[in-house]
């Protein structure tokens, strides 16, 4: 049972962490565009703009992920950017977005606010131990 349900965890993490490199390089290019831009008005409307553009690319994938697969890419999202969900939509979005997306997650059991900690956590040191494996296989790149 024990190794069914790590095959599952498995193909449930090789589904999302490209996801996860994704949300990487958009944050860490969303932070160099805005670090040229001086006005907090045109910031604002920047992050409007790829917000609008991550939406229209990526609503439908995510929409099609299951509840495991969900929780596993918040904490592959923790894992690459060093920063949770939560504060990834209240860094852009606001306090009040942030605040109703973390109330909508909790409805459905999850937690924006969640931390990837493989020292601690099993589920956590068994995802490290398939990102690892997988590298070293190359099934999947790192930016």
């Not at 993490?13 to 290019?29: G, H, I, M, Q, R």
């Not at 999850?110 to 020292?119: A, E, G, M, R």
Request: charged letters at 35%; proline letters at 1%.
């Amino acid at each position: 049972n024990e190794r069914k349900s790590f095959y599952k965890l498995r193909r449930r993490v090789l589904k999302v962490y490209p996801y996860a490199l994704e949300t990487k390089f958009k944050v860490d290019s969303l932070n160099y565009a805005l670090d040229s831009i001086g006005k907090k008005r045109k910031k604002r409307k920047h992050i409007r703009s790829v917000a609008r553009v991550v939406k229209k690319q990526y609503t439908t994938a995510l929409k099609n992920l299951s509840m495991k697969e969900g929780r596993i890419l918040i904490k592959l999202i923790y894992r690459e950017t060093g920063i949770s969900t939560y504060d990834l939509l209240r860094q852009y979005k606001g306090w009040w977005s942030a605040t109703m997306w973390q109330a909508f997650a909790r409805m459905y059991d999850h937690n924006l606010k969640s931390i990837y900690d493989p020292v601690n956590v099993r589920e956590d040191m068994f995802i490290d131990k398939i990102l690892i494996q997988a590298k070293k296989e190359g099934r999947i790149k790192s930016l």
